[in-house]
């Protein structure tokens, strides 16, 4: 029989904090903008320049550091990480090694069984990112775009208390959900903006000792960490009944073709020669400054879960799938103080707006319709001024580009016609123009109404109020 | 009185009351660099145009009364290591024999502002690394005292031009010396400023902890004119302090009476030359007849202070100095076989054999498994010798010594031997490294008619004190004259060694 054994995870989150400049120039981090145009001499690398950390970045750190119950490190360090690479202009990284900002922190997650765990938050670091090498197949050459040099991240590293990919998504999903709520970054695994790399070894069940482990990287979302996770752990099994030994060394993850394959063992590891950097002062993190971030911290999840439950009284599941997204739960809270309809919101929110957001592949973070316009669309349909159809069509074109319902109503006609004497005309006419229909009705076949009712509504153009047809058709039947 | 003779405030002063111009200044500067430029070799990069476009507009500025400071319309010259918009900035170094800066250093801006005529920029030892200005890519300077010698290092360029007339001032950088040591071989008035006084945002950085911008004059009163436009904060640079009173200009006055002077057993012991000892305590016995209390005290650690800071300046150099890779800007190899190779090529060819050296040192001391016994000690010692000279300033109000244990070597002596060429930084690497103020000042001429520098050393933004002191010895002393009054070589040097 073959012998049990135990998987033990650790994870290094890389996040891009979400300032508006970079972490030790002025230059914008917007994404997406002409190759070198965010650029300046300190993300350039120029000679004489010289980097001025941004105090936002170190705000965000902390913020981080106190939802993740870390110690705030009060007298801290960057370091400079050498290494030559083109997308790195200085040749050395500003990160921080000796005296990281945050340490021994840690999040509680929910395991299978249901029970609880702590995963331990080994230390929170801040650092730039690099540049980005773009090859020219045409002109057979490098190119290296420096807007994003400079762009601030924060490392987070776990200690190694994961035991499965299901612990590790927790852990992951928790994170995400603390810093969007801090409104520090956006979390978006597919653009980058979090990128976690995994350390994994196995070990034989009940054994004390770690086992050697690999790290992971190039995991670009939750179904390529859980594939990466389960493949390395079946890889490093395999080697170890095969008698052979796991290498320290770094893999690369190719999700396409569901395995991964090594790029650097140990042996190959650099000597980065940390050091202080001198360009920066130490940093120094006042019992002030603390307070005022305490101050600042918004509501939790889990509080605000609370919060939902006693205040709007709308289902568990409702709850758990807006305030799993920070974006939905603003758009939520907002547009019930707008029209005090909880449940309709809530029901906007888990109907139409995810049937969307499936449909059109777009990430809660990038929802765009306001909650004002909601709430008018909500009274809209209230009012009867527009029916349900009509107001999920609108809702659809607010989804695309937050458009008034009310003006859109109006220049595209769809108000419904409330006219009793041009609706009955309509529908005599349907009567006279489906007599197998009224045939079938009448015969007792009660669905018959329901294609008289479409034929009505059609020949309306949609826009009348479907009860209205249903008492009329009735009456006239 | 002949332009050439004027001191930099003079001539400002005599430009704003119209007895000359800005553009006429400039000229006779030009015409002493033609006749003069071959034999001394004191400029990288000499902008003849440009300078003359600045002091037309710098002279309308005056004229109009836009512009009435302390330097208006004085041309200067700038050591090569700091960037000035669109002009060539090297460092004396083929890595960068083809850079040109987008943006300036801004103590060059705040000259600028003062309606200052920059000549050019001046040579120097290859990113500051050297005692001589001999590891200049582009040939050494000589002493305008002496041809047949060196004229110090690594502001070597800009001590040089100001001694033979060239300029009427200039800035350097000192990061274990390089102002104040040129400065005394070239018979000049030097400052190291307080660390974090000048900002050092464009200046292309060799120790970065230590490295600060200070200026180079031919009096006490430029230097303190100089300083006060200098000096600012700037946040650009982290490090750079804010809320000083910089008007250094009301420093300049006669009066010691009182000021407690240490002088350092520690720096009158082997190895120091008899002129150079004996010239300054001279200058210590001036103070002491014009009411200083003078003594002598122990100061030291003074032996630590050259390993230490070649441990920590070579670490930081050797990280400062990775940017130069070919890659954005600068000297890239011609043939190269994949990006490993381009580094190994475009480095090993563009850089000199004293800037590789100090690389290799900084690359091993932050290596792991060595950095704690190198870096990391050395930065604890670095901070017993700042203790040492806190506790010397509990007692003192000025530190009193020489700034080098010579004159001025001849060309080509000290290259050979490295280590000798460090320990010659004895007396003014531990200004540096515990962060101090200090000026160097002419006090003597030594057998051979070479001049010998008086060191001052102050306690942190104690800048007013040490230019009350250095003004009052000055005015004691009296004109010290000047290089090119000299014709051809001050006198016989003795025969070199082995001729």
């Given at each position: 029989?073959?012998?049990?054994?135990?998987?033990?995870?650790?994870?290094?989150?890389?996040?891009?904090?979400?300032?508006?400049?970079?972490?030790?120039?002025?230059?914008?981090?917007?994404?997406?903008?002409?190759?070198?145009?965010?650029?300046?001499?300190?993300?350039?690398?120029?000679?004489?320049?010289?980097?001025?950390?941004?105090?936002?970045?170190?705000?965000?750190?902390?913020?981080?550091?106190?939802?993740?119950?870390?110690?705030?490190?009060?007298?801290?360090?960057?370091?400079?990480?050498?290494?030559?690479?083109?997308?790195?202009?200085?040749?050395?990284?500003?990160?921080?090694?000796?005296?990281?900002?945050?340490?021994?922190?840690?999040?509680?997650?929910?395991?299978?069984?249901?029970?609880?765990?702590?995963?331990?938050?080994?230390?929170?670091?801040?650092?730039?990112?690099?540049?980005?090498?773009?090859?020219?197949?045409?002109?057979?050459?490098?190119?290296?775009?420096?807007?994003?040099?400079?762009?601030?991240?924060?490392?987070?590293?776990?200690?190694?208390?994961?035991?499965?990919?299901?612990?590790?998504?927790?852990?992951?999903?928790?994170?995400?959900?603390?810093?969007?709520?801090?409104?520090?970054?956006?979390?978006?695994?597919?653009?980058?903006?979090?990128?976690?790399?995994?350390?994994?070894?196995?070990?034989?069940?009940?054994?004390?000792?770690?086992?050697?482990?690999?790290?992971?990287?190039?995991?670009?979302?939750?179904?390529?960490?859980?594939?990466?996770?389960?493949?390395?752990?079946?890889?490093?099994?395999?080697?170890?009944?095969?008698?052979?030994?796991?290498?320290?060394?770094?893999?690369?993850?190719?999700?396409?073709?569901?395995?991964?394959?090594?790029?650097?063992?140990?042996?190959?590891?650099?000597?980065?020669?940390?050091?202080?950097?001198?360009?920066?002062?130490?940093?120094?993190?006042?019992?002030?400054?603390?307070?005022?971030?305490?101050?600042?911290?918004?509501?939790?999840?889990?509080?605000?879960?609370?919060?939902?439950?006693?205040?709007?009284?709308?289902?568990?599941?409702?709850?758990?799938?807006?305030?799993?997204?920070?974006?939905?739960?603003?758009?939520?809270?907002?547009?019930?103080?707008?029209?005090?309809?909880?449940?309709?919101?809530?029901?906007?929110?888990?109907?139409?707006?995810?049937?969307?957001?499936?449909?059109?592949?777009?990430?809660?973070?990038?929802?765009?319709?306001?909650?004002?316009?909601?709430?008018?669309?909500?009274?809209?349909?209230?009012?009867?001024?527009?029916?349900?159809?009509?107001?999920?069509?609108?809702?659809?074109?607010?989804?695309?580009?937050?458009?008034?319902?009310?003006?859109?109503?109006?220049?595209?006609?769809?108000?419904?016609?409330?006219?009793?004497?041009?609706?009955?005309?309509?529908?005599?006419?349907?009567?006279?123009?489906?007599?197998?229909?009224?045939?079938?009705?009448?015969?007792?076949?009660?669905?018959?109404?329901?294609?008289?009712?479409?034929?009505?509504?059609?020949?309306?153009?949609?826009?009348?109020?479907?009860?209205?047809?249903?008492?009329?058709?009735?009456?006239?039947? | 009185?002949?332009?050439?003779?004027?001191?930099?405030?003079?001539?400002?002063?005599?430009?704003?009351?119209?007895?000359?111009?800005?553009?006429?200044?400039?000229?006779?500067?030009?015409?002493?660099?033609?006749?003069?430029?071959?034999?001394?070799?004191c400029?990288?990069?000499?902008?003849?145009?440009?300078?003359?476009?600045?002091?037309?507009?710098?002279?309308?500025?005056?004229?109009?009364?836009?512009?009435?400071?302390?330097?208006?319309?004085?041309?200067?010259a700038i050591k090569d290591n700091m960037?000035?918009?669109?002009?060539?900035?090297?460092c004396s170094?083929?890595?960068?024999?083809?850079?040109?800066?987008?943006?300036?250093?801004?103590?060059?801006?705040?000259?600028?502002?003062?309606?200052?005529?920059?000549?050019?920029k001046t040579n120097m030892d290859?990113?500051a690394?050297g005692s001589t200005t001999?590891?200049s890519?582009?040939?050494?300077t000589?002493?305008?005292?002496?041809?047949?010698?060196v004229p110090g290092g690594s502001s070597g360029g800009s001590a040089a031009a100001i001694a033979?007339?060239?300029?009427?001032?200039a800035l350097g950088s000192d990061t274990g010396g390089s102002i104040r040591q040129p400065a005394a071989y070239c018979?000049i008035?030097g400052m190291k400023?307080?660390?974090?006084?000048?900002?050092?945002?464009?200046l292309?950085?060799y120790?970065?902890?230590?490295d600060q911008i200070g200026p180079m004059s031919?009096?006490?009163?430029?230097?303190?004119?100089?300083?006060?436009?200098?000096?600012?904060?700037?946040?650009?640079?982290?490090?750079?302090?804010?809320?000083?009173?910089?008007?250094?200009?009301?420093?300049?006055?006669?009066?010691?009476?009182?000021?407690?002077?240490?002088?350092?057993?520690?720096?009158?012991?082997?190895?120091?030359?008899?002129?150079?000892?004996?010239?300054?305590?001279?200058?210590?016995?001036?103070?002491?007849?014009?009411?200083?209390?003078?003594?002598?005290?122990?100061?030291?650690?003074?032996?630590?202070?050259?390993?230490?800071?070649?441990?920590?300046?070579?670490?930081?150099?050797?990280?400062?100095?990775?940017?130069?890779?070919?890659?954005?800007?600068?000297?890239?190899?011609?043939?190269?076989?994949?990006?490993?190779?381009?580094?190994?090529?475009?480095?090993?060819?563009?850089?000199?054999?004293?800037?590789?050296?100090?690389?290799?040192?900084?690359?091993?001391?932050?290596?792991?498994?060595?950095?704690?016994?190198?870096?990391?000690?050395?930065?604890?010692?670095?901070?017993?010798?700042?203790?040492?000279?806190?506790?010397?300033?509990?007692?003192?109000?000025?530190?009193?010594?020489?700034?080098?244990?010579?004159?001025?070597?001849?060309?080509?002596?000290?290259?050979?031997?490295?280590?000798?060429?460090?320990?010659?930084?004895?007396?003014t690497?531990?200004?540096?490294?515990?962060?101090?103020?200090?000026?160097s000042?002419?006090?003597?001429?030594?057998?051979?008619?070479?001049?010998?520098?008086?060191?001052?050393?102050?306690?942190?933004?104690?800048?007013?004190?040490?230019?009350?002191?250095?003004?009052?010895?000055?005015?004691?002393?009296?004109?010290?004259?000047?290089?090119?009054?000299?014709?051809?070589?001050?006198?016989?040097?003795?025969?070199?060694?082995?001729?």
């Open positions: 029989m073959g012998k049990e054994y135990e998987t033990v995870i650790g994870l290094e989150v890389h996040v891009e904090l979400a300032t508006k400049t970079k972490i030790f120039c002025g230059c914008s981090t917007e994404f997406g903008k002409e190759p070198n145009s965010h650029t300046c001499p300190v993300c350039t690398g120029m000679p004489g320049s010289l980097p001025v950390l941004n105090r936002q970045v170190l705000e965000y750190a902390i913020a981080v550091g106190l939802a993740t119950n870390c110690d705030i490190t009060r007298y801290g360090k960057f370091d400079r990480k050498n290494y030559f690479y083109p997308d790195n202009p200085q040749n050395y990284q500003i990160s921080q090694l000796y005296l990281p900002i945050c340490r021994n922190g840690g999040v509680e997650i929910e395991t299978k069984e249901g029970g609880k765990k702590t995963v331990g938050i080994h230390e929170i670091h801040m650092e730039e990112d690099a540049g980005k090498l773009i090859h020219d197949e045409w002109e057979d050459c490098t190119l290296v775009d420096y807007n994003r040099s400079g762009v601030p991240l924060i490392e987070i590293v776990s200690e190694p208390d994961m035991r499965s990919a299901e612990e590790v998504i927790a852990y992951l999903e928790k994170l995400r959900l603390i810093i969007q709520y801090l409104g520090a970054s956006d979390c978006k695994l597919q653009e980058g903006s979090m990128r976690a790399d995994v350390n994994l070894s196995v070990r034989e069940a009940g054994s004390q000792e770690f086992g050697t482990r690999t790290e992971m990287k190039n995991l670009n979302s939750f179904k390529a960490i859980t594939r990466a996770i389960e493949g390395e752990k079946e890889r490093q099994i395999d080697l170890l009944e095969e008698g052979r030994k796991v290498i320290q060394e770094t893999r690369r993850w190719d999700d396409a073709k569901g395995e991964s394959y090594a790029m650097r063992s140990k042996e190959d590891a650099q000597d980065y020669r940390y050091f202080p950097d001198p360009d920066l002062v130490p940093i120094v993190v006042s019992d002030e400054m603390l307070d005022e971030i305490r101050a600042k911290q918004p509501e939790f999840r889990t509080e605000k879960m609370k919060r939902y439950k006693e205040e709007y009284n709308i289902p568990d599941y409702d709850i758990e799938i807006i305030t799993g997204e920070k974006r939905m739960a603003d758009i939520f809270e907002e547009t019930v103080a707008v029209c005090n309809q909880p449940k309709k919101v809530s029901n906007w929110l888990m109907g139409e707006t995810l049937r969307l957001m499936k449909e059109k592949e777009v990430d809660a973070a990038d929802l765009r319709f306001s909650p004002e316009n909601l709430a008018k669309l909500i009274e809209l349909n209230d009012t009867g001024v527009i029916n349900n159809t009509v107001a999920k069509e609108v809702f659809e074109v607010m989804f695309d580009s937050d458009v008034s319902p009310e003006k859109y109503v109006e220049e595209h006609g769809l108000k419904s016609v409330n006219d009793e004497g041009a609706l009955r005309k309509t529908i005599e006419a349907v009567i006279a123009e489906n007599p197998q229909s009224v045939e079938d009705y009448r015969s007792g076949k009660e669905k018959a109404i329901g294609f008289l009712v479409g034929q009505t509504m059609k020949a309306m153009k949609g826009k009348a109020d479907p009860a209205m047809v249903n008492k009329i058709l009735k009456e006239l039947l | 009185m002949a332009l050439l003779d004027m001191t930099a405030t003079e001539l400002a002063a005599a430009i704003k009351e119209g007895k000359t111009t800005a553009v006429d200044a400039l000229n006779e500067v030009f015409e002493r660099i033609e006749a003069k430029e071959d034999t001394y070799h400029y990288v990069t000499i902008d003849k145009e440009g300078a003359l476009k600045q002091a037309e507009a710098v002279q309308r500025q005056i004229e109009s009364g836009e512009l009435s400071g302390a330097l208006a319309g004085v041309p200067v960037c000035i918009k669109g002009m060539l900035t090297t170094s083929k890595i960068l024999g083809n850079f040109v800066p987008t943006y300036s250093a801004e103590a060059v801006i705040n000259l600028q502002k003062a309606g200052a005529v920059i000549i050019g290859e990113f690394m001999e590891t890519a582009f040939g050494a000589k002493n305008p005292w002496n041809t047949d010698c033979a007339g060239e300029c009427f001032y018979g008035v400023p307080t660390y974090g006084l000048v900002s050092r945002y464009g292309i950085a120790g970065s902890s230590l031919q009096d006490v009163t430029d230097c303190a004119a100089i300083l006060q436009t200098i000096a600012s904060h700037d946040a650009k640079d982290s490090t750079s302090v804010s809320t000083q009173d910089t008007d250094y200009m009301s420093a300049l006055e006669e009066d010691v009476k009182g000021l407690r002077i240490g002088i350092p057993k520690d720096y009158f012991g082997e190895g120091l030359d008899e002129d150079v000892k004996s010239a300054v305590l001279h200058a210590s016995e001036i103070l002491r007849e014009k009411g200083a209390i003078v003594e002598e005290f122990n100061l030291s650690l003074v032996d630590y202070a050259i390993p230490t800071y070649y441990t920590i300046a070579a670490a930081e150099a050797s990280s400062n100095l990775e940017r130069f890779d070919g890659i954005k800007y600068g000297y890239r190899t011609k043939d190269f076989n994949g990006l490993h190779n381009m580094y190994k090529k475009t480095r090993s060819e563009g850089f000199g054999e004293e800037v590789k050296r100090r690389i290799m040192l900084g690359s091993f001391v932050l290596s792991s498994g060595y950095y704690d016994a190198y870096y990391l000690k050395a930065l604890k010692v670095k901070a017993l010798i700042k203790k040492a000279f806190d506790d010397a300033f509990s007692k003192y109000d000025i530190i009193l010594g020489p700034v080098a244990p010579t004159t001025a070597p001849q060309l080509g002596s000290s290259l050979s031997d490295p280590i000798k060429m460090y320990l010659g930084d004895i007396y690497i531990a200004v540096n490294l515990a962060g101090l103020p200090a000026i000042l002419p006090c003597g001429k030594d057998r051979n008619g070479l001049p010998i520098g008086l060191q001052l050393i102050g306690d942190c933004f104690t800048e007013k004190k040490l230019l009350r002191t250095a003004y009052t010895y000055e005015k004691a002393r009296g004109a010290f004259g000047k290089a090119m009054e000299q014709t051809g070589k001050a006198a016989a040097l003795p025969e070199k060694e082995g001729m």
